[in-house]
């Protein structure tokens, strides 16, 4: 049997490992039995050198084994969830789960922090008081049993060894390899024991991946991954450039979740929900048409359902439903900027990234996985990409209750606005299909 030196000097020279070798690897570092220098030197010699789609593939069933999966077998609902790649005030996963889950499907969801500008859904369902995350695995299984719907966060049970190797990503600069993006996000999914999945790949400043190749590569090697495991899966290439919705912080995005629920969503994160449940739909219930779970999708918006099953779910995990109605109730900053249009123009564009960077200098968010983060603080924007605003009418307000990084972040959100005399193209926030 190779020593864990020989799998990393393997990997150094650009040699494939098999299946038994990626276990080795990922359950000695689970254990506690390979050092943290040990793995490091093994990610960063694949981020280096690339890892192959069946090294993704067996690196993802590693992961996989390596945890318990949920067991939902006398569920006779489709099992189903969405999975996003992250990007700055995207809250579509739940908006859209508990969509999918009144429209008639399971939806056990393992959510996870967020790191960078990315946001986490483990931190912006964190802002709800008293709502817990940290379900035993029969908990977990229990409340999705009784109502369609559960959210968890990761754990010794499940997916314990995402949990540890993200921390180590993190300091270890192999966070963007695709294949490690591909596995951290496939295993969790599928330990989820999902019948169908629906991947929402962002795209733009605001998203762990630029360009569209890369993002359809990427994509496509998640498909191929859950197709080997006998998974309906599908994906959608979205924009991310503008930040989603309006808000950007995890009290904030709570907040905007509750009113997309309730039919009073921006145009743009509605949309988006809606096309992810739809899809999800699509998936899980082979008999019925892409326009039929679309009208199906939005029916559960309209007639309230999907909004009701969150409160329940809510209350079923120790949270104070009250909370998504009564915004009072969530963490709320103590102190409020406005920034303000120095002239009158056309909004053609609101970089992402700057917007995500500042809400972390702000607390929003983290550059470390042991990083604490404020819920109530964060980023309110007053208006879009392609909206006309006039000189002192404000462009957004950011909300703090540290003042410590306050000027760095005004000047990152300032320059995050440009404005033109004309006004821009409309942009198509899906960009792409891959299935």
Known sequence: MDR???????????????????ERLIN????????????????????????????????????????????????????????????????????????????GLAVPMIVEAGIGHVGGALDKLGSIPNFRTNLSLDEFQDT??????????????????????????????????????????????????????VLDVKVGRGSLLSGRTEARRLAQLMITIGRRMDLKIQALLTDMDQPLGYTVGNALEIMEASQTLQGSGPPDLTGLAVEIAARMIFVGKSDMSIEAARALAQQQIADGSAFNLLLQVIEAQGG?????????????????????????????????????RAAVLLGAGRDRMDDTIDPA???????????????????CALYYTDETHLAEAVQLVEDAFRLSAKQPEQRDLVLDLVQ
């Open 28 to 103: 000695g570092y689970t254990r506690g039995e390979i050092q943290d220098y040990q793995m490091a030197a093994f990610l960063m010699a694949g981020s280096c050198n690339g890892f192959s789609e069946g090294e993704a593939a067996s690196l993802t069933a590693a992961m996989l084994r390596c945890g318990q999966r949920v067991e939902l077998g006398d569920l006779t609902r489709p099992k189903v969830d969405c999975l996003s790649t992250g990007g700055v005030g995207d809250k579509v996963g739940l908006i859209a789960a508990p969509i999918a889950a009144a429209a």
């Open 377 to 395: 603080v964060g980023i309110i924007l007053q208006a879009k990409v392609g909206d006309i605003v006039q000189a002192g009418q404000g462009l």
């Open 320 to 356: 104070d439903a009250n909370a998504l109605t009564q915004f009072e109730l969530l963490p709320n900053a103590s102190g409020e900027h406005l920034i303000t249009s120095p002239r009158e123009g056309y909004i053609s564009r609101i970089n992402a990234d700057d917007i995500g």
């Open 144 to 197: 999705v049993s009784r109502l369609g719907l559960a959210f968890a966060g990761q754990s010794n049970e499940l997916a314990p060894a995402d949990k540890k190797l993200a921390a180590l990503r993190d300091a270890t600069a192999t966070v963007d390899s695709l294949a490690l993006i591909a596995a951290s996000a496939m295993s969790k999914k599928m330990a989820e024991g999902l019948d169908g999945l």
């Open 4 to 22: 864990i030196v020989d799998l990393v000097r393997k990997k150094r020279d650009g040699d494939e490992l098999n299946l038994e070798e990626m």
